[in-house]
């Protein structure tokens, strides 16, 4: 699974740019606010059809725009190749794969699998929750259609119970028919994430070791409401209290991940270095399972990957990207002649461009 050109038109700080990328490591250099991380955000969006940093779309149009467009050419692991083209504006999105547009944008989640390691992802381990179920649904809505339509019925059917709740509805038989409907939908969630967590933590550790020299023990564990009884049963329960509380406390909505090192909440004991090692082993195991569900490698987003790591782990960290087990690479970093220099040493099959203003210029 490969991007082989993209054209970016009024996204972000870019005007408009094509680019044309090789089949292993694409780097990208440049300052703070050039573009490097607005030109991955683009090839992410191409495949989750939304910004892996802006909670709302008018944040990515160009400025003095009021709407933007993207358009990705990309060699399909079997089959002809494939272009997948999105245009939003204030009136919403059109997705299209050859010019043929998606009925509903979720039925092309998981068509173009990709990973992002990002310096943002520090919120998963400095922030609540939301961050880290983020994290999980981006995981799984690629793998699996059933736990994405699974988790949109279930975010509906609790804005529902909510807006009920508030207007201080009375009315029993309502509720229960939208609890059932939560239950029903909150258990392949359920199931899903603790497999998923069960099945990244051993990942984790393994590739933590393989960044860090092994000196430290990390895992990654589930916590959900549905570990003391199903979710029809502790809403009803709770009925009497949301009422008054006006909000729904009991759900796979408040489900959490638990990250540790050595036994203790990585948040806490962890250094800057040591959470980003972390946050870069979660990712790397996402990648791993993911290519295992699709048995082809996802696109791999590494931006300002050498943040707070020192040259040792980077080193292990770029010696292992350049192996076989990972397949096209999308690296940025703001040192062209540190990322020149290592990149130089482990493969020539690569790319170069530099960001200036939004502009890319290829450097051979």
Same mark, same amino acid.
């Given at each position: 699974?490969d ?7 009024d996204f972000?700080n870019? $005007? ?8 292993n490591l694409n ?8 573009g490097?991380?607005?030109?991955l ?5 191409l495949?989750m059809? *939304?910004?892996? &940093?802006?909670s709302?779309?008018? &944040?990515?149009?160009r400025?003095?725009?009021s709407?933007? =467009? ?28 050859d010019?043929?547009?998606?009925p509903?944008l ?19 381990v400095s922030?609540?929750g939301d961050?880290?179920?983020?994290f999980?649904? =981006?995981?799984l809505?690629?793998m699996s =259609?059933?736990?994405l339509?699974a988790?949109?019925n ?6 529902q119970?909510n ?9 029993a038989e309502l509720?229960?028919v ?14 899903m994430?603790r497999a998923?967590?069960e099945?990244?933590s ?6 933590y070791?393989?960044?860090s020299?092994?000196?430290e023990n ?31 406390g ?9 990250? $540790? ?10 250094s800057?270095g040591?959470?980003?090692?972390f ?5 790397f =195991? ?11 490698a ?5 931006d300002?990957?050498?943040d ?5 782990r ?10 076989n087990d990972?397949?096209q690479? &999308?690296?940025?970093d703001?040192? *062209? ?13 690569r790319?170069?461009? $530099?960001?200036k203003?939004?502009? &890319?210029?290829?450097?051979?």
């Amino acid at each position: 699974m490969d991007i082989r050109k993209i054209v970016v038109q009024d996204f972000r700080n870019i $005007e408009l740019q094509e680019l044309e990328f090789c089949p292993n490591l694409n780097c990208i250099s440049g300052g703070n606010g050039e573009g490097k991380t607005n030109l991955l955000d683009a090839i992410w969006y191409l495949s989750m059809t *939304k910004s892996a &940093f802006a909670s709302s779309d008018k &944040f990515n149009f160009r400025h003095g725009c009021s709407s933007f =467009a993207l358009s990705g050419l990309y060699e399909m692991p079997s089959g002809p190749d494939t272009r997948i083209s999105i245009q939003v504006d204030s009136s919403g999105k059109k997705l299209r794969r050859d010019d043929k547009p998606y009925p509903r944008l979720a039925d092309h989640i998981g068509l173009v699998p990709v990973v992002m390691v990002s310096p943002s992802d520090v919120v998963m381990v400095s922030e609540s929750g939301d961050e880290r179920r983020r994290f999980s649904n =981006a995981l799984l809505s690629q793998m699996s =259609a059933e736990y994405l339509n699974a988790v949109q019925n279930y975010t509906r059917l609790l804005l529902q119970r909510n807006r009920l709740l508030k207007d201080g509805c009375t009315d029993a038989e309502l509720l229960d028919v939208v609890e059932e409907g939560m239950a029903s939908n909150a258990q392949p969630v359920y199931e899903m994430r603790r497999a998923m967590a069960e099945d990244l933590s051993p990942l984790v550790q393994s590739f933590y070791s393989r960044i860090s020299g092994g000196r430290e023990n990390v895992s990654v564990s589930y916590r959900s409401d549905l570990d003391k009884a199903p979710l029809e049963k502790l809403l009803r329960e709770r009925r009497e209290k949301d009422s008054i509380l006006k909000f729904t406390g009991a759900g796979v909505h408040r489900d959490d991940f638990i990250f $540790e090192m050595d036994g203790y909440p990585i948040r806490k004991c962890g250094s800057q270095g040591q959470q980003k090692s972390f946050l870069v082993a979660l990712k790397f =195991a996402q990648y791993s399972l993911m290519k295992g569900r699709y048995g082809y490698a996802p696109i791999l987003l590494l931006d300002d990957l050498f943040d707070k790591l020192d040259m040792g782990r980077v080193q292990n960290l770029l010696a292992m990207v350049a192996g076989n087990d990972f397949g096209q690479i &999308f690296l940025s970093d703001s040192n *062209k002649v540190r990322l020149s220099g290592i990149v130089d040493s482990l493969t020539t099959e690569r790319t170069y461009y $530099e960001a200036k203003g939004g502009a &890319f210029t290829r450097n051979e």
